[in-house]
C-alpha cells in the first residue's frame, strides 16, 4: 500500500508550481494519491498564481465529454480546465515545433456567454446565456502520462495548450446542435466523422454541467467567458508538418497547422 501523503493544499499547489517551472508536470509522489476534488484544488491554485503574474483567464474547458474520448482514456465522466488569454489563436495558425509538447487536437464548438451562469440551469437558460458559436480545435499537450493517471492530468489543466477559433455565428434558435456534423481532416484526408449529440447528449449540456460544476466549488460562468464544450470525435495526435482542418455544418471551419 503506498505510503498516505498529507494533502497540504498550500504546499502541493506550491509543488506543482515548482514543477510546471521545471517541466515535472506529473509529480511523481502524488501519482494515484489525489482526489478529483484535489486535483481541481491543485489546478485552480497554479492557474491563479499565473493570473497573478499577468495572465488573464478567458473562460473554461470542458473535457472527456463524448464516449469516444472517455473510452480512449478508460474515465467516464467529464471534467474542466482553464482557458488563458495566451492560447486564444486564430484559425490558419500553424504552431512552431518546439512550441508543444507531444501535442494533439480535438473537434470542438466553442460557445461565448453574453450572460453570466451559475449553479443549476435548464437548456432554455443556458442556450440564452450563449452570444456567439465558434468552429474550434482545441490543441492539448500529453505532458505526463493520461490514462494512468488522470487526476494529475485534471491537476495539470487537463491538457490545454491552446485553442483555435474560427469564425464566430450568433447562435440562433433554428440551429439543432445535436445535429451539426464535423469532418475532420488531416493533411487533406478525412479521418474523422462525428455529430454534436456526441458531446453529452448536445454541446449545450457540457455549459449546463460546467454551471452546475463551478457552482459546487464556490465559482460562475462571466459574461464573455469563451466554453469550450468538448470534441465530437475522440483525440488525434499532431506531428510534425500536419495540417488539420475541421468543417462544421451550418457553423464554420477552422484549420491549424504544425511546423515540420
Known sequence: MAEELQFDEAAVIERFWAG?????YFPSEWASRLTLDQAYCIQLGVIARRVALGERQVGWK???????????????????????????????LVFARDALIKPGFETELCM????????TVDAARARRAIGHCFPALEIIETRGD?????MLLVADNAQQKAFVLGE?????????????????????????????????????????????????????????????????????????????????????????????
Not at 461565448?112 to 449553479?119: D, H, I, K, V, Y
Not at 493520461?146 to 488522470?150: E, F, G, L, R, S
Not at 475522440?234 to 477552422?254: K, N, S, Y
Request: hydrophobic letters at 40%.
Open 146 to 150: 493520461p490514462p494512468t493517471q488522470m
Open 168 to 260: 464566430p455565428i450568433v447562435l440562433g434558435d433554428d440551429l439543432k446542435l445535436p445535429q451539426v456534423e464535423a469532418r475532420v481532416s488531416v493533411n487533406g484526408t478525412e479521418v474523422a466523422r462525428g455529430f454534436g449529440e456526441a458531446v453529452l447528449g448536445d454541446p449545450i449540456n457540457s455549459v449546463i454541467w460546467l454551471a452546475g460544476k463551478l457552482g459546487e466549488l464556490g465559482l460562475a460562468l462571466g459574461a464573455g467567458d469563451m466554453v469550450m464544450t468538448g470534441s465530437f470525435v475522440r483525440q488525434f495526435p499532431l506531428a510534425p508538418g500536419d495540417r488539420v482542418r475541421a468543417e462544421f455544418t451550418g457553423i464554420g471551419a477552422v484549420e491549424a497547422g504544425f511546423a515540420s
Open 112 to 119: 461565448q456567454l453574453r450572460e453570466p451562469l451559475a449553479g
Open 20 to 24: 510546471r517551472q521545471s517541466g515535472d
Open 62 to 92: 470542458v473535457g472527456l465529454t463524448a464516449a469516444a474520448i472517455q473510452r480512449q482514456f478508460g474515465f467516464h465522466h467529464p471534467v474542466f480546465g482553464c482557458l488563458l488569454e495566451e492560447g486564444c489563436k486564430r484559425s490558419g
